[in-house]
């Protein structure tokens, strides 16, 4: 017998067998889905001279190995914790029944109570809707778009004879104090601090830092390394005097030894490092930039540096793109909340120059930190954590900063940051195994040349 609508009602009752089907052909579906397999401190004391400084780098104590090393990202978790547990599928529930009554209805003058007791045909409808709904299949959700590959830090060949491992006992800073300032008072003082091997040279433009010492690594790095290079300093402006003013100091590695001008990008250099990141605590605790991580580049273009005898001419114009990693205190807000610290990269730059907010680091120790330099004159930004090698998983942005399309790649260098207060040090940072790579650009084949007869 065919059943009618009821009225006040927008759907179509079913027959009692019909009804009877869809209910049970709902509790098979529920089931089958429910049964489904669902350290010490590194922190410097203040010194007064730089044989104080050298003596607390010397006597510095480094967090031991007895910690449990990082877990390295493509590691699954079960096998860091030793264990692996079972997922637990949830106990089943019982899917609402959806049976229309019949109601009276509701007259405009009956009483509130009334009114709140009887539902209106569009929530009834509704309510119809969601319950469909619920015990409809879920679409699964669309894979995260492809990123376009572009230049990994890493790709190629080494460049012979750069980079450094620290790993020679000999190896040494000379400071040759006082540091240059030619940034801030137009003096470079000669002649600069270098290491005893040649690679490395201190910064004219802002000064050596404070410390430069080969040390043991704090923590387990690369497979076969022992050792790095810990860059902190308490002075890093004008020396003599306190700014009480964020400065940096710059320690340069001397590429040109090797490679001259530099490596054209058509040969698609890249440049990596680890870089070790304190626990929090031995942060200073300053917001802002802490550490940096940058290349020397050149291009042809409008020449913009203020004492550059050619200002405003069309030239060889250098720039020094790279990564910053950066500290952000928290503490109370203005609406009462109260924020964590947070740490986070901080790219230069943008094509206008302005400077990008990248990822979060929320977790220290080892990083590989990657920059490379395609053909096309882009400049590629990666940073992972932990020691292995880079991958497009690790890409963050690729940029031309400042407009520009680089033409070369000069060499690399690292910015150590404090308040130059005369009393508080920097965050210790230690790095290790920096590395140059290049793909060689494909030989054209010189046309034959053939003589013509007379």
């Known amino acids: 017998m065919e059943s009618r609508p009821v009225p006040g009602w927008g759907v179509i009752a079913m027959s009692a067998a019909a009804h009877a089907w869809i209910l049970g052909f709902a509790t098979l579906v529920a089931s089958a889905v429910v049964s489904a397999p669902r350290a010490d401190d590194i922190a410097l004391p203040p010194a007064d001279t730089q044989a104080d400084a050298e003596e607390a780098a010397i006597g510095l104590e480094l967090p031991t190995d007895s910690a449990p090393p990082a877990v390295a990202p493509d590691e699954p978790e079960a096998e860091a914790t030793g264990t692996a547990s079972s997922p637990v599928a949830p106990e089943p529930t019982e899917p609402e029944s959806i049976e229309p009554t019949e109601s009276a209805a509701v007259t405009s003058d009956a009483a509130g109570d009334e009114a709140a007791a009887a539902p209106s045909a569009d929530a009834r409808q509704a309510t119809v809707r969601a319950d469909a709904a619920a015990m409809s299949p879920v679409a699964p959700t669309p894979p995260a778009p492809l990123k376009k590959p572009v230049l990994v830090p890493g790709t190629g060949a080494l460049v012979k004879g750069v980079g450094d491992d620290f790993e020679d006992e000999n190896w040494k800073w000379h400071y040759n104090h006082p540091k240059s300032s030619e940034e801030q008072d137009k003096r470079l003082r000669g002649p600069l601090g270098k290491s005893a091997n040649g690679r490395w040279f201190e910064g004219p433009k802002r000064g050596t830092p404070d410390v430069v010492k080969r040390i043991a690594l704090p923590t387990t790095g690369l497979e076969g390394s022992e050792h790095g290079l810990l860059i902190s300093t308490l002075n890093a402006g004008i020396p003599g005097r306190i700014s009480y003013q964020m400065h940096q100091d710059d320690l340069i590695y001397n590429m040109q030894?090797?490679?001259?001008?530099?490596?054209?990008?058509?040969?698609?250099?890249?440049?990596?490092?680890?870089?070790?990141?304190?626990?929090?605590?031995?942060?200073?605790?300053?917001?802002?930039?802490?550490?940096?991580?940058?290349a020397g580049c050149y291009t042809h273009a409008i020449i913009t540096g203020k004492d550059h005898p050619q200002k405003g001419r069309f030239g060889l114009e250098e720039y020094w793109p790279g990564m910053f990693v950066c500290l952000e205190k928290g503490g109370r807000q203005r609406d009462g909340t109260v924020t964590e610290d947070k740490v986070f990269l901080r790219i230069r730059g943008g094509k206008r120059g302005g400077e990008i907010r990248g990822p979060e680091i929320g977790q220290m120790g080892w990083w590989t930190l990657g920059l490379s330099f395609s053909p096309d004159g882009m400049v590629h930004y990666f940073a992972k954590p932990g020691v292995a090698d880079l991958s497009m998983d690790d890409h963050i942005t690729s940029q031309y900063p400042y407009g520009y399309r680089t033409e070369w790649f000069k060499t690399f260098f690292f910015n150590v940051c404090s308040r130059d207060d005369g009393r508080t040090w920097s965050t210790p940072w230690v790095i290790d195994d920096p590395q140059v790579y290049f793909v060689k650009r494909p030989q054209m084949a010189s046309p034959s040349r053939t003589r013509t007869k007379r």
Do not use: C, K, N
């Open 257 to 294: 030894r090797v490679t001259g001008q530099g490596i054209h990008t058509a040969d698609s250099p890249s440049v990596v490092v680890r870089v070790y990141m304190p626990p929090l605590e031995q942060w200073e605790q300053r917001s802002g930039p802490s550490f940096g991580f940058r």
